[in-house]
């Protein structure tokens, strides 16, 4: 967050003094590897001449930044440090590489835009537990309020169907609170989106007893119905291409629908469910409703899902 309470204008988050440094093949060892045993530190290997460096510095500079503390920026440029760059088999600029505990643990390479940069970051600080180091109280509130942003950045990538990235923010959450009940249900989202039911089922064998009894745990087990009757269907992509083709074409709308479903993406489904409802009310019976209803049935009557689109459907039948 930007703002702070109470002011008007948004203001710009200051790094500490020492969160963005320039590394040298002498100092790497301690401002890198020995630092990392405290907190996670980022190393940007970058040169003047690259062009696509000089695109992702700023950006990543920025999210360190924002970052307040919880990781560090340590920024290696490979031409005043070749020998450096050689040992750790950099064969392309920009790389980034995040080390924790003395080892490297993520990467990248090249200019990634913003959000996928701050999904790096998010899933690394979340990772090692989140907070900045020596923040007061340790992980605690610093952790919370770290896990609160990450599955936020990983409710965004999941909307825009970057389901291996939302897939990999949400397991940084779990990894850290095995009780986050929103990042079970995102994680799996994400998993079914991908066709790995087994792997779902297989999850919620591992969700703790006390949350069974939670709504987006049943909405997660309705999911996995959905995803079950999904399983013979066409891919999606074939049947997208077909509602493009004719709009009209409900058999292949709910069709469709039925596919989003049963993939980790019932709000789209239930939004074509809704479309072919304005376009022909009376269609196959009432069968667009009919599958509503079976949804709210499957997701459970106090999902957040069924409640926001049981006011959608009877804005649509009374207007």
């Not at 695109?55 to 560090?72: H, M, N, R, S």
């Not at 949400?170 to 790995?196: C, H, I, P, S, W």
Request: proline share 4%.
């Amino acid at each position: 967050m930007s703002e702070l309470i109470g002011l008007k204008a948004p203001v710009q988050p200051q790094a500490p003094a020492d969160v963005i440094i320039d590394g040298t093949e002498a100092t790497f060892a301690q401002d890198v590897i020995e630092a990392s045993m405290q907190q996670p530190i980022i190393v940007d290997f970058w040169a003047e001449w690259c062009g696509p460096c000089k695109t992702l510095g700023p950006v990543i500079e920025k999210v360190v930044t924002a970052a307040a503390g919880a990781v560090k920026l340590v920024k290696i440029d490979t031409e005043s440090n070749q020998q450096l760059a050689m040992q750790m088999r950099i064969q392309s600029i920009p790389t980034v590489y995040a080390f924790y505990q003395g080892q490297p643990v993520d990467g990248f390479m090249g200019a990634l835009p913003e959000s996928q940069v701050q999904a790096f970051v998010d899933k690394l600080i979340a990772a090692a537990g989140g907070g900045a180091a020596g923040a007061a109280g340790g992980v605690g509130a610093g952790a919370e309020a770290s896990a609160e942003d990450v599955l936020e950045r990983a409710d965004t990538a999941l909307a825009e169907r970057q389901n291996e990235q939302a897939r990999d923010l949400y397991r940084a959450v779990l990894e850290q609170d095995q009780t986050n009940v929103k990042a079970y249900t995102g994680f799996a989202r994400a998993m079914l989106a991908e066709g790995r039911l087994a792997e779902v089922q297989s999850l919620m064998e591992q969700v703790p007893e006390e949350l069974l009894a939670q709504p987006e745990i049943i909405s997660l087990a309705g999911m996995i119905g959905l995803a079950e009757q999904a399983a013979s269907l066409p891919d999606t992509a074939t049947l997208q291409a077909a509602v493009d083709a004719n709009a009209n074409d409900h058999g292949a709308r709910q069709t469709l629908a039925q596919a989003l479903l049963g993939r980790g993406q019932p709000e789209a489904g239930a939004d074509h469910l809704l479309e072919i409802m304005r376009r022909d009310r009376e269609w196959n019976d009432d069968g667009a409703r009919q599958a509503l209803l079976a949804l709210f049935d499957a997701m459970g009557q106090s999902a957040p899902l069924t409640v926001a689109y049981r006011k959608k459907l009877s804005a649509l039948l009374f207007s």
